[in-house]
Structure formats: C-alpha cells, structure tokens
T-cell receptor, first 115, second 116 residues
C-alpha cells in the first residue's frame, strides 16, 4: 500500500537555525507531492507543491522542497527559521492514476522554534 | 472568496449517540473530500465526492459512517452510533472542477469529535 513517512515527529530549533524535514513515500508510479502546514489554531494550508518540471520547488514564507525521484523523497527546507514557523508540517502525496485523487499524508512533524 | 467551512468546530457526545458533521466547500468546487485524524496519527482519507456522486469511499471505516452531498453543494458526515475510536478531528477539503487533473485541495478548520 502507498504510504508517506516523515522521519521526525518533533523538532525543536532556535531562531535562525536551518530546517530540514524528511519525507519519503512508497509508490512506484507518478506522484504529485505537497507540504501542508497547520499553524496553531488555523486551517491546514498549502506550503508548496510539486507536479512536474524543476524538482526544486519554492513555497511561501521562504520554504523550499526538493523532489528526488531515485530516493522517493521530498524533503522540506528553510535556511533560517523564525518563531512564527512554529507549526505542524505534513507531507502528502496525491496518486496520479486513473480515478485516484486522494491525498495520503505522513504523520506530521511538530516544529517548535524558540526565540 | 469564502473558504471551506465546517460545523460544528467541536462536538462531545456519548458512546452510542449520533453526530452529524457538516462541510460547506468553496463555491464552485465540484470535488469534496473528507479526512480524519485520530490523535497522534496521520490524516487519513475517508471519501471523495464529485458533485453529488461518491467517487471513492474506500477510506470509510465501517457502515456506522454515512456521507451525503445533497445537490452537489454542502456535505454531511453522520456517525451512528458513535464509538470511542471515532474520536478525532474530521477535516473537509474541496478542489476545483474537473476529475482528470490534480488540483490543490483547500481544507476547512476541522471538527474535533470527542466520544466519551
């Protein structure tokens, strides 16, 4: 069965530290990849997405992610985090095959940034 | 443009009772999805509507769950009778018209259901 793994469940950083959150998926076909973020008390919102083309995608708020097909990975990065990046981050894949149009999520990573 | 809305935001019910959750998608979005997150676990797909038709209900846990989408607008998810393991956050999402492409899903705030 298709699945998404997020390596870290909890990450604690100081402001200005660099961030990398790991995401691996298990599916051999064509995938569309997403990172969603949920700030405290807010909706899930899209941070960035990869459909095709340049495997390095830029998202909102200075985030980026790199799709490495050979490694089945889509890691999220930010060079310098801020206190306002404290949130829960979810990696998700959307299977691009026939009638499939559902998101499969990882378990989420809670990021706490200390000032 | 209004986003996806869900009602209620919280619901606390006793085991054996019935609860109905409502989702209003973004206007014009034909695709509507229900997801659920049990505490500490991943967000899991429940089902997908295209307009009023169920496209995929492979994630529905059992026949205590009934989803409807009358007239292809808002959707309801009824749990009857509720069990303790049904507790969690129920998310609704919608996406733009079309069934062949992949569109960004816009999520609602979720309904936190607690079954005691």
């Amino acid at each position: 069965a298709q699945s998404v793994s997020q390596h870290n469940h909890h990450v604690i950083l100081s402001e200005a530290a660099s961030l990398e959150l790991g995401c691996n998926y298990s599916y051999g076909g064509t995938v569309n990849l997403f990172w969603y973020v949920q700030y405290p008390g807010q909706h899930l919102q899209l941070l960035l997405k990869y459909f095709s083309g340049d495997p390095l995608v830029k998202g909102i708020k200075g985030f980026e992610a790199e799709f490495i097909k050979s490694k089945f990975s889509f890691n999220l990065r930010k060079p310098s985090v801020q206190w306002s990046d404290t949130a829960e981050y979810f990696c998700a894949v959307n299977l691009k095959s026939g009638g499939y149009n559902k998101l499969i999520f990882g378990a989420g990573t809670r990021l706490a940034v200390h000032p | 443009e209004a986003g996806v809305t869900q009602f209620p935001s919280h619901s606390v019910i006793e085991k054996g009772q019935t609860v109905t959750l409502r989702c209003d998608p973004i206007s014009g979005h034909d695709n509507l999805y229900w997801y659920r997150r049990v505490m500490g676990k991943e967000i899991k797909f429940l089902l997908h509507f295209v307009k009023e038709s169920k496209q995929d209900e492979s994630g529905m846990p059992n026949n205590r769950f009934l989803a409807e989408r009358t007239g292809g607008t808002y959707s309801t998810l009824k749990v009857q009778p509720a069990e303790l393991e049904d507790s969690g956050v129920y998310f609704c999402a919608s996406s733009q018209p079309g069934t062949g492409g992949i569109y960004e899903q816009y999520f609602g705030p979720g309904t936190r259901l607690t079954v005691t």
